[in-house]
């Protein structure tokens, strides 16, 4: 089988990347051929047979004349259109796998599949992973950033109130392009093209089934994450305290950043450990009973989960399937997570981990002091974790070949 994967960044830049990157690997390693397209960059790692690849939009950078064509080209791409088409005609795919696409590559591309495989008359299949809300919200995350509060006003097609709400970035001018954008594409029926949507989490299915137009073409699963151990000791440079809870992410307010400084501030006899980067370093290293690590991967980050006594996940905003609690349980780490989006469906409540009220610095704070205080009940709950069983890459790989691109 010949899989076309499509993703805006080509290059690891986050969730959805390590998604389509691990899963292409798991793919050839049981005989499919695998080729990408999306946007060309100096960090691109993955590649095409005729190097064909959308030219790089920067938002946060780029020329001013450059910026000045970004309001169309984020809604319709020709570039996109005329480079996908290269990559089809030489590839032949039997999958075409669309990831994140919207404004950089633009669901043009969809139209271009559809338009190739009928003057082709190939058997074609369109798949799309929902790795956010891009389908249903102008601003992908369900959440008003001036409130910082979640919302579904745009559910249905409102998406005027994108605009009204000034939902990205609180511009009113890319809020009303991101709108046009929404509205344009779900007025023209591109996406009734779309053979199957696999939805990363339950939460995740129950809001794209609102849009009838994919209620009938959903299936929620889990994604993989690959089996760890935990590893050694962390780097003794780091000066970690002997017993320890680990927070490790994006310091940002979606992330429930201030609710968890929040609680920190209520507990000082507990010791803290954070790895990441964001908005709020300066406010944790005022906290004189927190480590900052800064940003950690890879063996690094694996040995700073492997001794913490627990991690937090304290997220404000619908998470979809989050890496970051599967790695924690991966690694035999229980997690305490706010009980919102996909969340819940990761952690057992009281089983393998704890929920807490998102944004309630009180009760997380309670349910924190509890755990550090009866690491009896930890150990439970890592007995259970044992027993936690999810898919690996090549599992994954093969159920979707069985059950979405067939």
Same mark, same amino acid.
């Given at each position: 089988?010949?899989?076309?994967?499509?993703?805006?960044?080509?290059?690891?830049?986050?969730?959805?990347?390590?998604?389509?990157?691990?899963?292409? /690997?798991?793919?050839?390693?049981?005989?499919?051929?695998?080729?990408?397209?999306?946007?060309?960059?100096?960090?691109?790692? #993955?590649?095409?047979? #005729?190097?064909?690849?959308?030219?790089?939009?920067?938002?946060? %950078?780029?020329?001013?004349?450059?910026?000045?064509?970004?309001?169309?080209?984020?809604?319709?791409?020709?570039?996109?259109?005329?480079?996908?088409?290269?990559?089809?005609?030489?590839?032949?795919?039997?999958?075409?796998?669309?990831?994140?696409?919207?404004?950089?590559?633009?669901?043009?591309?969809?139209?271009?599949?559809?338009?190739?495989?009928?003057?082709? %008359?190939?058997?074609?299949?369109?798949?799309?992973?929902?790795?956010?809300?891009?389908?249903?919200?102008?601003?992908?995350?369900?959440?008003?950033? /001036?409130?910082?509060?979640?919302?579904?006003?745009?559910?249905?097609?409102?998406? &005027?109130?994108?605009?009204? @709400?000034?939902?990205?970035?609180?511009?009113?001018?890319?809020?009303?392009?991101?709108?046009?954008?929404?509205?344009?594409?779900? +007025?023209?029926?591109?996406?009734?093209?779309? @053979?199957?949507?696999?939805?990363?989490?339950?939460?995740?299915?129950?809001?794209?089934?609102?849009? *009838?137009?994919?209620?009938?073409?959903?299936? +929620?699963?889990?994604?993989?994450?690959?089996?760890?151990?935990?590893?050694?000791? +962390?780097? *003794?440079?780091?000066?970690?305290?002997?017993?320890?809870?680990?927070?490790?992410?994006?310091?940002?307010?979606?992330?429930?950043?201030?609710?968890?400084?929040?609680?920190?501030?209520?507990?000082?006899?507990?010791?803290?450990?954070?790895?990441?980067? %964001?908005?709020?370093?300066?406010?944790?290293?005022?906290?004189?009973?927190?480590? @900052?690590?800064?940003?950690?991967?890879?063996?690094?980050?694996?040995?700073?989960?492997?001794?913490?006594?627990?991690?937090?996940?304290?997220?404000?905003?619908? /998470?979809?399937?989050?890496?970051?609690?599967?790695?924690?349980?991966?690694? %035999?780490?229980?997690?305490?997570?706010?009980?919102? &989006?996909?969340?819940?469906?990761?952690?057992?409540?009281?089983?393998?981990?704890?929920?807490?009220?998102?944004?309630?610095?009180?009760?997380?704070?309670?349910?924190?002091?509890?755990?550090?205080?009866?690491?009896?009940?930890?150990?439970?709950?890592?007995?259970?974790?044992?027993?936690?069983?999810?898919?690996?890459?090549?599992?994954?790989?093969?159920?979707?070949?069985?059950?979405?691109?067939?």
């Amino acid at each position: 089988m010949k899989i076309l994967m499509v993703n805006k960044f080509l290059h690891p830049n986050g969730g959805s990347e390590t998604y389509i990157f691990k899963l292409g /690997e798991a793919l050839v390693r049981q005989g499919h051929e695998v080729q990408y397209f999306g946007m060309e960059h100096e960090g691109r790692c #993955v590649s095409n047979n #005729v190097g064909a690849y959308t030219s790089d939009m920067d938002f946060h %950078g780029g020329s001013k004349l450059s910026k000045l064509t970004y309001p169309i080209k984020t809604i319709y791409s020709k570039e996109a259109r005329q480079k996908i088409r290269l990559v089809l005609e030489d590839f032949q795919p039997d999958v075409v796998h669309l990831n994140n696409f919207n404004y950089q590559l633009t669901p043009s591309v969809i139209l271009e599949v559809v338009k190739w495989r009928k003057q082709a %008359g190939r058997d074609c299949r369109i798949v799309f992973t929902a790795h956010d809300y891009q389908l249903l919200c102008p601003n992908h995350m369900m959440n008003n950033p /001036e409130s910082r509060l979640n919302c579904e006003k745009c559910l249905g097609g409102h998406f &005027g109130n994108c605009v009204k @709400d000034k939902c990205i970035h609180g511009s009113a001018a890319k809020s009303l392009v991101g709108a046009t954008e929404a509205a344009f594409w779900n +007025a023209k029926g591109t996406y009734k093209y779309i @053979d199957k949507i696999i939805c990363c989490s339950e939460f995740m299915k129950r809001k794209m089934d609102t849009n *009838p137009v994919f209620a009938d073409k959903t299936v +929620a699963m889990h994604n993989f994450v690959e089996p760890m151990k935990a590893e050694g000791t +962390a780097d *003794p440079t780091l000066k970690l305290p002997p017993v320890y809870v680990l927070y490790f992410g994006r310091y940002s307010w979606e992330k429930g950043m201030g609710t968890l400084l929040s609680a920190c501030d209520m507990l000082p006899e507990i010791d803290f450990v954070f790895a990441g980067k %964001g908005e709020y370093k300066e406010a944790i290293d005022s906290l004189p009973y927190a480590t @900052d690590v800064g940003f950690r991967t890879g063996a690094d980050l694996r040995k700073l989960i492997s001794g913490a006594l627990f991690t937090v996940y304290p997220s404000e905003w619908y /998470e979809n399937n989050p890496f970051s609690v599967m790695e924690s349980q991966q690694l %035999g780490v229980p997690v305490i997570g706010a009980n919102i &989006g996909g969340i819940p469906e990761l952690i057992q409540d009281g089983v393998t981990g704890r929920l807490f009220e998102p944004g309630d610095a009180k009760d997380l704070a309670a349910i924190m002091k509890f755990h550090w205080d009866n690491p009896e009940v930890l150990e439970r709950y890592r007995n259970n974790l044992k027993e936690l069983q999810r898919m690996d890459a090549d599992e994954y790989a093969k159920w979707i070949t069985e059950s979405v691109y067939s």
